[in-house]
């Protein structure tokens, strides 16, 4: 059944379990939509076809959790950023490493690849952008401005600009002929998530933290439009292919937006939660989100989404049919002037070698340590090609006439009307089991779940090959083996961490409440409401705390509030006023760090991750706001008479200076840590640097 066919306006396509460990980074192929490359805190890429059980291949070389990952235009090259600060490019169709490149001091944050040339830009936790040319091997430029960790990059349609998004509320443009900042626009109050340039016109898309998405006119260098706030940060945007609507990922929710005048077309649910990446075909948009180790993927079908109207004095006439927005670029401002052809590299070449007077940037041609260094990098690399089916089928040779998949696949099939739009299989569960086919190592079953016997994956046989080897395939269907491994479940310990996204209870079991033996469901019921009372109890008495805190609140002392709140010495209490602190930063004061600081140093050894991620901003927010005031103070000389104010000041400085440097021990220890927790705790190592001196 077509897409169109049906009812449902958006539905989940898949669940993937992606890596052995947590999934760290998502990308997919903006040009077909059918390819998706994860990244996790195994150290491995993964890429996928969509709608796909079956991993295609497992590119290893990184050291360290893959942090960012991005396909090139023609999704024929694929590229990682890890932790360390190291890049690897591979050719997805010859099944190689390229290149390593090194040089960032820490995290890699974005990544994106020059329209037509062998270029590539990444940005950073150490607040660099730099350009790499691929062929080269070296850094062509290293732009310097960014205060914080480089978000999102993204180069112009035409290949001559880049702008890049930061955690420090701004975005900033640069001319890549000239090595130089254009403009820098600040009007976001938080940290910009993403930047996308419009495919027709002159007009750059941002979307932040502070839950809105502005519009910049790229002629005049002014906002043209901000949308309302949203109910949460943007994560992802998108324009339309013709370039008249964006489309804007949030928590579980997808708005199209027009511009001049500002309005939202439209607002569809969407289950995908925290969605990470976005891409367009064929009037239909692709959504993916993970939850720790499961990469989950959604469709929302465009052609039941309103994208236009016609607008009368700012109001959209819903009675009107929808028909194609008009092509703006042609009487608002200038479409981009594209090359004729994609072979600019020369260009770019000669242009870059007047860039190394730039003051702004700098210039590095890889030495002949360097190249060796590589080397050394690139032998522990390897592509293992574990869907050999899948990998012959999407990644033709070179020399093919034609590529699958085609430019303009078929859409995805939405499921019965009758269907949930986001199924869960409660009665049967997907079985990988091993083949002693060398060309097909696992097969994929579904089969009844048994309450009796719990069921596991068993992780597929990893095959090493390189695409000559992939002539002589043999299907799935003709594995020997026609009942699947069932493998009895090892128990499992709680975490250390208790993740703070979670859809079952941790360390828990129905069973454990019930004793053995059959029992009617009065007694059934019985049992498991024995602890009722007493967590309603603990709530009611949280719930009364609150309200306290609340009443002291209300007469404007927010010192008064959060001091009541720590003397109750209970941190669910604190996380509560902090998250509710943290979302407004106007309300923090010396005299409320030295009241917050020594409870930050415990939520950061909490075994809870929402306490974690609650001290981490709360530290953030602190260093940022008064950590040149603490400095300055510090090492002013001292004043001539009395001065009452600033010696308050000066203990209040001198008490913050002293908690930050046991919260600094802290941070240094955990920052050891691999994945999405260590790369937050060296983020405020960076930031606190001016500690150590």
Known sequence: MAAASTTKTSWRLQDIVAHRSNVSSLALGKVSGRLLATGGEDCRVNIWAVNKPNCIMSLTGHTSPVECIQFNGSEEQ???????????????????????????????????????????????????????????KGCVFRYKGHTQAVRCLAFSPDGKWLAS????????????????????????????????????????????????????????????????????GVRCIAFSPDGGCLFSGSVDMLRVYGWEPDRCFDVVPVGWGKVAD????????????????????????????????????????????????????????????????????????????????????????PSSEDEREEKEKEKGSSTEITNPDDYKEVFHPRNAISRTPPKHPE??????????SFPVKPNQIDIVTPSSDKATPFTVKSVPLCTSTPVVRVEPTIVTSAPRSTTAVTSSSSAPSNRPTVTTAKTKQPPNVIMSSRNKPIGLNVADFLPPGKMSDDEALGQIKKGHDTMCVMLTRRCKNLNTVRGVWSNGDVKAAVDLAVSMKDL???????????????????????????????????????????????????????????????????????????????????????????????VKNH????????????????LMVPLDK
């Open 78 to 136: 694929v590229v990682a950023g890890s932790q360390s600060g190291s890049l690897r490019l591979w050719d997805l169709e010859a099944a190689t490493i390229l290149r390593t490149l090194m040089g960032h001091k820490a995290n890699i944050t974005s990544l994106d690849f020059h329209p037509y040339g062998e270029y590539l830009a990444s940005g950073s936790m150490d607040t660099n952008v730099k350009l790499w040319d691929v062929k080269r």
């Open 411 to 420: 859409p995805f099939p939405a499921p019965p009307d009758d269907a949930e």
């Open 572 to 666: 669910s209490i604190v996380v509560d006023i902090l998250n509710i602190v943290n979302l407004k930063p106007s309300l923090w004061k010396l005299d409320l760090c030295t009241s917050i600081l020594p409870q930050i140093e415990e939520l950061l050894q909490s075994k809870y991750e929402s306490y974690v991620q609650t001290g981490c901003v709360s530290l953030k927010l602190i260093l940022k706001r008064f950590w040149p005031l603490i400095s300055d103070t510090l090492t002013a000389p001292p004043s001539v008479g009395v001065d009452i104010t600033r010696e308050e000041r000066l203990q209040k400085c001198k008490m913050c200076y002293k908690q930050l440097l046991n919260v600094h021990k802290v």
């Open 165 to 232: 998004a930061s955690d420090d509320s701004t975005i900033k443009l640069w001319d890549l002929t000239a090595g130089k900042m254009i403009t820098e626009f600040t009007s976001h109050t938080a940290a910009v998530n993403i930047v996308q340039f419009n495919p027709t016109e002159y007009l750059l898309a941002s979307g932040s933290a502070d839950r809105t998405i502005k519009l910049w006119d790229l002629e005049k260098f002014t906002m043209v439009g901000s949308s309302e706030a949203e109910s949460g």
């Open 278 to 365: 976005l891409a367009i075909c064929n009037n239909q948009l692709i959504g993916v989100s993970s939850n720790q180790s499961t990469v989950s993927s959604y469709v929302v079908d465009l052609t039941r989404v309103k994208r236009s109207g016609s607008v009368i004095q700012g109001v959209i006439q819903d009675d009107k049919p929808l028909a194609e927005p008009p092509a703006k670029g042609a009487t608002l401002r200038r479409n981009y002037e594209r090359p004729i052809t994609s072979c600019t590299g020369q260009r770019m070449k000669e242009s870059s070698e007047s860039d190394r007077r730039s003051p702004e940037g700098e210039r590095r041609s």
């Open 671 to 686: 920052a050891k840590q691999v994945g999405r927790h260590g790369s937050t705790f060296t983020e405020l190592q960076l």
